[in-house]
């Protein structure tokens, strides 16, 4: 397993991740982005590379793979490290009573 001294991990190098490693690291924070996929992008990468996206802020167009080449020139700057999760993450069934048990707790017994 990967050792890095760091402020934030963050969960996932989709576009959210990507961005937020742009703007951690732009508030001064080390940062590093962990993903059990071997690329980074998200599902613009794994699924839709090729497509052409119309609905981001100042690009009437930009194809998928563009877009995420964009986010990761935007993240260089912060420098962050990014890490390839050595397990893959496992889909368990969620047992909804102790979930509402937690957040009960979380909410100071109010539901
Ligand atoms: C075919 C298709 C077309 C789409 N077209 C559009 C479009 O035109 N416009 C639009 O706005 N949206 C579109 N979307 C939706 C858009 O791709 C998603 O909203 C966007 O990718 C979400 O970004 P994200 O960073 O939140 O998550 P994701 O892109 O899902 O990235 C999450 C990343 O986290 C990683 N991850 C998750 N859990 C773990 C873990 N436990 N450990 C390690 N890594 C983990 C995953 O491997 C993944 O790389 C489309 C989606 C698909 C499938």
């Not at 998200?42 to 839709?48: D, I, K, P």
């Not at 590379?49 to 935007?74: S, T, Y």
């Not at 390839?84 to 100071?108: C, I, M, Q, R, Y």
């Amino acid at each position: 397993m990967a050792h890095h001294d760091t402020d934030l991990a963050i969960i996932g190098a989709g576009p959210a991740g990507l961005f937020a490693a742009y703007y951690a690291g732009f508030r001064g924070l080390r940062v590093a982005v962990v993903d059990s996929l071997p690329e980074l992008g998200g599902q613009v990468t794994a699924m839709y590379p090729e497509k052409l996206i119309f609905d981001v802020a100042g690009f009437p167009q930009i194809k998928g793979r563009d877009l995420v080449a964009n986010l990761v020139a935007q993240a260089a700057p912060s420098a962050p490290v990014t890490s390839k999760t050595e397990t893959k993450p496992e889909a368990k069934p969620v047992d909804l009573s102790k979930a509402d048990e937690k957040l009960s707790s979380l909410l100071g017994g109010k539901k």
